[in-house]
């Protein structure tokens, strides 16, 4: 099987199991702090991905190395350079990572409960498009070191991946059609998860290149990528307990672990691990970026999920329909090495 094939296939498996997320969202979101919530998250998800370490084939699992090099950047030269001073710390990926895990998915809920969730649901959709820039950066950087790029996307398969984009957000418009509440607060807390989120997802992918330099076996650049989402949300959990403190009065609704809770936020952790690990395959598997444009699937997945698991109902099926095949008819077909670079 040829890469791009088995990064479709990868992002196919990270599409089936990460659509589910935003329903075991909906259910296990009950506090007024959405910090709080997250720091519960967090800790579930570090649970659910500790089996990935004995599961993933890698025969390179060396975690006291890994540890040590986890503060490291990318170079001018397109190659890994450890962190040496305080202000250098800021250029390490990993330590961006912890930081977006505190907000990404904090802010996602937060700034649902300021402006329509339909709007916060799109605009998180421009999550993938920063993650495809930031690969194609990175691939750039590390080609320029004379050495053959992990990540390349060229000038048609960017126009394939707006209209995709444009293509998903039609499918979650079709949810109600409609914005009842809006302001620019709102906006601007969406807009920083959003980045937020690119950044958490990115930072794992990147420092597990940088772990695993100059190899570029996937099984160990996915381990090495697991290593990094375990240790950022170690990182986070303080961060996400400061943010409670500092944005929410402790009057707030708190968050009340029942044993059902524990069971859906289980769930929640599971199927998070496995689609983490799908879509990490999918950008390591193959050099073809192009793959990700499959991703825009989710929010068609995603719909079908809530309709039938949260009575959200469809306020317009041929929204729906026409968004759904307008993803459609921006993947088939064109999903190719060769037209990617």
């Known amino acids: 099987m040829n890469p791009t094939a088995k990064g479709s296939l990868w992002a196919v498996a990270a599409v089936a199991t990460g659509s589910w997320l935003p329903v075991f969202y909906f259910f296990t979101h009950v506090s007024d702090d959405p910090f709080v919530w997250r720091s519960w998250l967090l800790t579930f998800q570090v649970v659910a991905l500790l089996p990935a370490f004995s599961l993933i084939p890698s025969h390179n699992k060396n975690w006291r190395e890994n540890a040590r090099r986890l503060l490291s950047y990318w170079g001018d030269n397109g190659e890994p350079v450890r962190v040496k001073t305080t202000r250098e710390v800021v250029r390490a990926p990993a330590f961006w990572a912890a930081i977006s895990f505190t907000f990404d998915l904090a802010f996602w809920v937060w700034a649902a409960t300021l402006i329509d969730p339909l709007v916060v649901t799109i605009i998180f959709q421009l999550m993938l498009i920063g993650l495809v820039w930031l690969a194609s950066r990175l691939g750039r950087k590390i080609s320029s070191a004379h ?3 992990p990540h390349v996307i060229g ?9 995709s984009f444009g293509g998903a957000a039609l499918v979650i418009w079709s949810e109600t059609g409609a914005v009842s509440t809006l302001n620019w607060m709102g906006i601007a807390v969406a807009l920083v998860g959003t980045a937020t989120a690119t950044g958490s997802l990115w930072g794992t992918v990147s420092t597990g290149r940088l772990l695993g330099w100059p190899g570029g076996n996937p099984h160990d650049l996915v381990w090495n990528a697991t290593f990094v989402a375990v240790a950022a949300r170690l990182g986070a959990l303080p961060l ?6 500092l944005f929410f009065p402790p009057t707030a609704k708190t968050f009340e672990l029942t044993w059902t809770m524990v069971g859906l936020l289980s769930l929640t952790g599971v199927f998070n691990a496995v689609g983490a690990l799908s879509h990490r395959y999918s950008l390591y598997v193959t050099s073809s970026l192009s793959v990700q444009r499959i991703m825009f ?6 719909m079908l999920w809530l309709w039938i698991f949260a009575d959200v109902s469809i306020a317009d099926p041929q929204a729906l329909l026409v968004g759904t095949g307008i993803v459609l008819l921006a993947n088939v077909g064109w999903q190719s090495n060769v037209g990617s670079r």
């Open 147 to 149: 050495r053959t790029s």
């Open 155 to 163: 000038g048609k398969h960017w126009a394939l991946m707006v209209l």
């Open 240 to 245: 996400t307990l400061l943010g409670s403190v």
């Open 297 to 302: 699937f989710s929010p068609v997945l995603q």
